[in-house]
């Protein structure tokens, strides 16, 4: 009896299989679900290098998502359409293949770079709803001549569960994208009924971001902030367009009414209780740091952190754009302008990033937008 | 050694829980989740009852989730708190419990019903990210004494992918419904500018899915209908003021400008690759079936089935409502011109389908606000 055979030895193996069908169905996180797998993947069959390559349905080519070991810088950008070369191939027929001398396949062509040497290929078709969704491949076993039959066995057990892990990680980037898209074109829309701002929601939400980044705060924090600078001005909704759209400085009444948007923002936000954590980013976002702010006149600590970051994004790009009655600032000027503002209008900690990021070149449009489309990219689609 | 012990019979049942977890992990729905985790535990393990409880961890309450067997209408509404009976119990240690005899167990508290009685409980936690979720639970083995120590080691390792499988799904739900509530709370917000629609957009999804649900439609596209009733309107962002709001009939360059809400709606939402299922009802909702609609003069076949459904949601609606420079139609005199636009203005299989619900008494705003809420609850929060 080979030893692989031994019933007690594969009892451990499936134990160890299960639990790691549990912890890669235990999270919805792409990039988590991608680093279990590699790490649990090496665990079970050591592999000099190991990847997992998806399938782009639309062009019929795989691309990597993870790749570990040393071949990582050779292949990283690499496409391999359908039925060509082993992944290629085995994409096209849903079998796995285990090579243990490429340089004897056809359908090799070579590695793509000087850092590594392929001699052994190990590769299992993910399968999830019944479909081909990519490939696990692992490269040249440690310390064995070839893959065994037991590490192909062990592999196609594990791309089940794995398959399903990524399926499901993606369906929800997926949807969660489209949460932040019809959020986005909402808000848009409505900005588009001021004719004079422009672009105006879609730069504060950057330059959110880019002051967020450099002071620091954490994934989920950057996405409730790019949330909240979305919508900090949707309150402008129940503002009278002869007020929105008057081509001169606003008289107290109008200010009055225009000042309400903050409000009627948090009212509409209010509405979602999913969405609670976006309320203080449209509500208080016209606060100032010494209470002279509206609409509640909140002082210092009362006043959130995202309000605090959005209000130095969104006065910034008010003065650096212009209106009819005004022209915009130099961008100098207006930097100059948040730089004073600082510890009265506006938080310390934020004015000190700005500076970082100004002093650096880094605060523009370009850079925010770059900012936010990263992050979109980081949502799961390749 | 006891033929548990047996190492085939065990890899055999490693192989049948592995199958399990790929299955579970197969679907994000938390229903088919549910089905699949009661039909595989009782496959597992053959008893005559089986449920899910999950935990309200807001109330410290489990409640049901899903309930097979003969036991299912004595328990369907029960709520038991935390720390009581067993399930409350195994809920607060976290420990599976096993007991072939309820009748000497402290913590047993009766049977809920005449319809069952109760021997032996399985009972084991469902624990995903660290936290008990909830409890599954079987009663009375079939064909045996009680339950074994097999029985609830399978159980327990059942419970790790179905425990995951359940958060998933719980997650995948909330962010569907977070992604459903902000896009109604901003079409409402944006409905507000317009003072003589208040709760229109409502009402006309809720006639709407009346209408789909009668015509037998699968509940995908009662999904896809709900959105697409929601923003029907959301073109009318960029009406101005004084258009929406004029009290009085429009003249026809007012009209020209109304008309506008069609396309423009359909500009935002085409935005959207997610959405372009909602495309057709945003934009064709005022075409008529002789070809004398706009925006783009569609006949017959040209329009699809959801912009047909939205548009005698939207005319009845408008009908039975009032304006300032008309009062509302009696709800017959409504319904007699829907009838009477049969085949010119309406498609007859939407018409057909609100005479039904019209003739029994069906097609009102409560009811349409009841279906809505159902369908909401059915995405997955108890």
Redesign the interface.
């Given at each position: 009896m080979l030893e692989e055979d031994n019933?007690?030895r594969?009892?451990a193996e499936?134990?160890t299989?299960?639990e790691i069908?549990?912890e890669l169905?235990?999270?919805?996180d792409l990039q988590r679900v991608l680093d279990i797998a590699l790490r649990k993947a090496e665990e079970v069959c050591h592999a000099e290098t190991s990847s997992i390559w998806e399938l782009d349905e639309e062009r019929q080519q795989l691309f990597f998502r993870i790749v570990r070991g040393s071949a990582a810088q050779d292949i990283r950008n690499l496409r391999v359409p359908v039925g060509e070369g082993i992944v290629g191939s085995v994409v096209e027929s849903g079998r796995a293949e285990r090579i243990n001398d490429v340089s004897s396949d056809d359908r090799w062509r070579g590695d793509s770079g000087p850092h590594f040497a392929t001699r052994a290929i190990l590769a299992v078709p993910l399968v999830?709803?019944g479909r081909v969704i990519g490939v696990l491949q692992l490269l040249n076993p440690v310390g064995r001549e070839g893959f065994t039959e037991g590490d192909q066995r062990r592999m196609s057990?594990f791309a089940?569960?794995l398959a399903?892990?990524l399926e499901?990680a993606r369906?929800?980037a997926?949807?969660?994208?489209?949460?932040v898209?019809?959020?986005t074109?909402?808000?848009e829309?409505?900005e588009?009924?001021d004719p004079y701002t422009g672009g105006h929601v879609r730069r504060v939400v950057g330059y959110s971001l880019l002051l967020a980044e450099d002071m620091g705060l954490p994934p989920e924090e950057l996405e409730r902030i790019r949330l909240a600078a979305t919508l900090h001005d949707?309150g402008k909704?129940?503002v009278?367009?002869?007020v929105l759209n008057k081509p001169a400085p606003l008289d107290p009444a109008e200010q009055e009414v225009m000042r309400r948007h903050t409000v009627d923002g948090a009212e509409?936000?209010a509405?979602?209780?999913?969405?609670r954590g976006v309320l203080p980013g449209v509500r208080s976002h016209h606060e100032r740091l010494d209470g002279k702010g509206y609409p509640d006149g909140l002082q210092g600590s009362e006043i959130p952190a995202v309000p605090r970051i959005i209000a130095v994004a969104d006065t910034y790009d008010a003065m650096t754009t212009s209106r009819p009655y005004r022209r915009a600032l130099p961008a100098e000027v207006a930097a100059g302008e948040i730089t004073r503002g600082m510890g009265t209008q506006f938080c310390p900690h934020v004015v000190a990033a700005f500076e970082r990021l100004f002093a650096r070149g880094s605060f523009t449009v370009e850079a925010g937008a770059a900012l936010l489309r990263s992050l979109s990219q980081g949502d799961g689609k390749g």
């Open positions: 019933p007690t594969r009892l499936y134990e299989l299960m069908g549990v169905a235990s999270t919805l999830a709803r057990l089940g569960p399903n892990a499901n369906l929800y997926a949807q969660k994208r489209q949460f898209d019809v959020v074109a909402l808000a829309a409505i588009k009924r949707v909704i129940a009278p367009d002869l509409i936000v509405s979602l209780r999913e969405l």
